[in-house]
């Protein structure tokens, strides 16, 4: 069975940074273009960062030049190094493929910013 399991969120305040990790269960995911989404509180999900197997990143426009996503294919793992975090950065982060599988939605890391 395939799991993602997010990991690393927390309580911070307003310009604090977190990091948050994403471990994959099977090692295909390494070849894999992966992402960050979060959905905050009434809200959809949303597009946070991309990666692909390569390296190459992508960032939503609300978090570019602050979020930081990489991978390490060895340890079949997706990290989001978020800095300057704000409150509207609060949500449940979750990682999935890009584009997302629904089977593979895990329950997510609560990121929450205070003002």
């Known amino acids: 069975q395939v799991q993602l399991v997010e990991s690393g969120g927390g309580l911070v305040e307003t310009g604090g940074s977190l990091r948050l990790s994403c471990a994959a269960s099977?090692?295909?995911?390494?070849?894999?273009?992966m992402g960050w989404y979060r959905q905050a509180p009434g809200k959809q999900r949303d597009f946070v960062a991309t990666i692909l197997s390569g390296g190459t990143t992508n960032y939503a426009d609300p978090v570019k030049g602050r979020f930081t996503i990489s991978r390490d294919n060895a340890k079949n793992t997706v990290y989001l190094q978020m800095n300057d975090l704000r409150p509207e950065d609060t949500a449940v982060y979750y990682c999935n493929c890009i584009p997302p599988v629904r089977d593979y939605w895990g329950q997510g890391t609560q990121v929450t910013v205070s003002s």
């Open positions: 099977i090692s295909v995911f390494r070849l894999r273009p």
